[in-house]
């Protein structure tokens, strides 16, 4: 017997993405290989076994099968859950004359069966709903008794199972197809995982994402879903000048507290020596919560020599003051993260985007950490469009400033030029408070400023996914109480990601 469907847990990735184009070819080259209906049999089987697990009692299911093979799975898992003793109602919503014909062979296994087969989109009573309607071959709105149906299922209150994908779903980007998307508590992914599952909007109508690859190798990835990084412990013959120095340029006035949250967030990263350099020039250069931390007036103008020592977080809180610091780290910082008003300045100043391009000409990596509304700016786009295809737009970033790009957000990606891009696993809404952004970019760069070789992406994955996972693992989360920045630091300081 195959292998049960595995649940997609974040502390166990990384796992590989297929996008449409790479789950369509895995899909017919293993069609060409199998016989007749062997892999909608397959399929169909593999949704019947995980409502057994996920319901053992539910007596009465509601499988909504639309066109196309989708609806075949459907059917199939009627089939099996009927010969189980189940109650099932199938509401068909296909031509029968043009199915094709894996789909025509499943409706009539469960016409043989005698499973109760209606049209229209009466919904039945039900402890549990399968949504078959649309898979992966759509890229149109539903409309009609598909947007009907769609809409029953989202009324239902019981566990609602999609098949493969949430039905108007887009399977890439993550975004509705139209006004109408099916809200599943869990998604059965068949023969691969795709990416909008799990960007977007897609982690909120996906559920649970479970996987069986019914034995299909899909090939390589697309992308990449993220999994914890290798932890090791420190050597003891480690000290502070070994483990890297950074500084953060950012607090302009009205703003300080964004630098210097950065600022102990790199500490708690583990950095040796962390400065930070406020742009108000009259604000103080102590934390007094936090006095291992270091002030320093106006470091961006301190000799090559210093600039090329640390790693810098630039931007945080830092208005249009940041304007003035950006040419100076831009041409000679080795390991440069940016963040915030560091990127709205760049987005309007072609002299400071010449700059960052040339940074990778001369091996310094750079690491920009936008949100939505800044990943427009820099592209000249609006944020909806962005949100539309955010690992395009990560992507796109990437190449236009050839450097490394975090779009945060609900699946944050983080792209590099010439590489597969990655989803971040972890995160929820207890993120979305102020602050959370400058103690990522600080603990991104405290992260780096230790490990000075290694490439901008494994960086920026890494420190998605713990960020992300400390507000997983916030207990008061579940009840929608933010996870205050102060907070977030002192979590990602005791690890609480392990």
Same mark, same amino acid.
């Given at each position: 017997?195959?292998?049960?469907?595995?649940?997609?847990?974040?502390?166990? =990735?990384?796992?590989?993405?297929? #996008?449409?184009? &790479?789950?369509?070819?895995?899909?017919?080259?293993? !069609?060409?290989?199998?016989?007749?209906?062997?892999? +909608?049999?397959?399929?169909? !089987?593999?949704?019947?076994?995980?409502? $057994?697990? +996920?319901?053992?009692? &539910?007596?009465?299911?509601? %499988?909504?099968?639309?066109?196309?093979?989708?609806?075949?799975?459907?059917?199939?898992?009627?089939?099996?859950?009927?010969?189980?003793?189940?109650?099932?109602?199938?509401?068909?919503?296909?031509?029968?004359?043009?199915?094709?014909? #894996?789909? /025509?062979?499943?409706?009539?296994?469960?016409?043989?069966?005698? @499973?109760?087969?209606?049209?229209?989109?009466?919904?039945?009573?039900?402890?549990? @709903?399968?949504?078959?309607?649309?898979?992966?071959?759509?890229?149109?709105?539903?409309?009609?008794?598909?947007?009907?149906?769609?809409?029953?299922?989202?009324?239902?209150?019981?566990?609602?199972?999609?098949?493969?994908?949430?039905?108007?779903?887009?399977?890439?980007?993550?975004?509705?197809?139209? #006004?109408?998307? @099916?809200?599943?508590?869990?998604?059965?992914?068949?023969?691969?995982?795709?990416?909008?599952?799990?960007?977007?909007?897609?982690?909120?109508?996906?559920? /649970?994402?479970?996987?069986?690859?019914?034995?299909?190798?899909?090939?390589?990835?697309? &992308?990449?879903?993220?999994?914890?990084?290798?932890?090791?412990?420190?050597?003891?013959?480690?000290?502070? =000048?070994?483990?890297?120095?950074?500084?953060?340029?950012?607090?302009?006035?009205?703003?300080? =507290?964004? $630098?210097?949250?950065?600022?102990?967030?790199?500490?708690?990263?583990?950095?040796?020596?962390?400065?930070?350099?406020?742009?108000?020039?009259?604000?103080?250069?102590?934390?007094?919560?936090?006095?291992?931390?270091?002030?320093?007036?106006?470091?961006?103008? $301190?000799?090559?020599?210093?600039?090329?020592?640390?790693?810098?977080?630039?931007?945080?809180?830092?208005?249009? &003051?940041?304007?003035?610091?950006?040419?100076?780290?831009?041409?000679? @910082?080795?390991?440069? %993260?940016?963040?915030?008003?560091?990127?709205?300045?760049?987005?309007?100043?072609?002299?400071?985007?010449?700059?960052?391009?040339?940074?990778?000409?001369?091996?310094?990596?750079?690491?920009? /950490?936008?949100?939505?509304?800044?990943?427009?700016?820099?592209?000249?786009?609006?944020?909806?469009?962005?949100?539309?295809?955010?690992?395009?737009?990560?992507?796109?970033?990437?190449?236009?400033?050839?450097?490394?790009?975090?779009?945060?957000?609900?699946?944050?990606?983080?792209?590099?030029?010439? *590489?597969?891009?990655?989803?971040?696993?972890?995160?929820?809404?207890?993120?979305? /408070?102020?602050?959370?952004?400058?103690?990522?970019?600080?603990?991104?760069?405290?992260?780096?400023?230790?490990?000075? *070789?290694?490439?901008?992406?494994?960086?920026?994955?890494?420190?998605?996914?713990?960020? =992300?996972?400390?507000?997983?693992?916030?207990?008061? $989360?579940?009840?929608?109480?933010?996870?205050?920045?102060? *907070?977030?630091? *002192?979590?990602?300081?005791?690890?609480?990601?392990?």
């Amino acid at each position: 017997m195959r292998a049960p469907p595995i649940r997609i847990a974040p502390e166990q =990735g990384p796992w590989p993405l297929h #996008d449409a184009a &790479a789950s369509r070819q895995a899909e017919q080259a293993a !069609l060409a290989e199998h016989a007749p209906h062997a892999l +909608m049999a397959a399929a169909g !089987l593999a949704v019947a076994r995980l409502v $057994a697990a +996920m319901a053992p009692h &539910a007596q009465r299911v509601q %499988v909504w099968a639309g066109p196309g093979n989708n609806g075949g799975d459907g059917l199939v898992a009627a089939c099996h859950l009927h010969a189980a003793g189940r109650s099932v109602q199938v509401n068909l919503l296909a031509r029968t004359e043009t199915q094709p014909p #894996d789909a /025509t062979a499943s409706l009539a296994q469960a016409v043989a069966m005698g @499973v109760p087969i209606v049209r229209g989109t009466d919904a039945a009573p039900a402890d549990l @709903v399968i949504d078959a309607l649309l898979g992966l071959g759509t890229r149109r709105a539903p409309a009609g008794e598909l947007a009907q149906a769609i809409a029953a299922v989202n009324r239902a209150r019981c566990p609602v199972l999609a098949v493969d994908l949430p039905s108007g779903l887009h399977p890439d980007a993550g975004i509705p197809l139209g #006004d109408h998307a @099916v809200h599943a508590s869990a998604t059965l992914a068949l023969l691969s995982l795709k990416p909008g599952c799990f960007t977007g909007h897609g982690r909120d109508l996906a559920g /649970t994402v479970w996987l069986d690859t019914l034995g299909v190798d899909a090939g390589p990835p697309s &992308a990449w879903l993220s999994g914890p990084a290798a932890a090791g412990a420190r050597p003891h013959a480690r000290h502070k =000048g070994s483990q890297g120095d950074v500084v953060v340029v950012g607090g302009a006035p009205g703003m300080v =507290g964004a $630098a210097w949250l950065a600022a102990r967030a790199a500490l708690a990263a583990g950095a040796g020596r962390v400065y930070c350099s406020p742009l108000d020039g009259t604000a103080s250069l102590l934390e007094s919560t936090q006095p291992a931390l270091m002030g320093r007036h106006a470091w961006w103008t $301190a000799p090559r020599a210093t600039l090329a020592s640390a790693t810098v977080a630039c931007g945080c809180g830092g208005g249009d &003051a940041v304007r003035a610091a950006l040419p100076a780290l831009l041409s000679s @910082v080795p390991r440069l %993260v940016l963040d915030a008003d560091a990127l709205n300045a760049i987005a309007v100043d072609t002299s400071l985007q010449q700059l960052l391009r040339q940074r990778a000409a001369r091996g310094r990596p750079t690491l920009l /950490t936008p949100h939505p509304l800044e990943a427009a700016r820099l592209l000249q786009l609006d944020s909806a469009a962005v949100q539309a295809d955010r690992i395009a737009a990560a992507l796109a970033l990437a190449g236009r400033y050839a450097c490394t790009v975090l779009l945060k957000g609900s699946g944050t990606v983080i792209a590099s030029p010439g *590489e597969r891009p990655w989803i971040n696993a972890t995160g929820n809404a207890a993120l979305a /408070t102020a602050g959370s952004g400058d103690v990522l970019a600080g603990w991104a760069a405290g992260l780096w400023a230790q490990q000075a *070789e290694a490439p901008a992406l494994d960086i920026a994955v890494a420190a998605a996914w713990q960020h =992300g996972r400390a507000a997983d693992l916030w207990p008061a $989360a579940a009840h929608g109480a933010p996870l205050r920045a102060h *907070e977030l630091v *002192e979590r990602l300081a005791h690890r609480c990601f392990d």
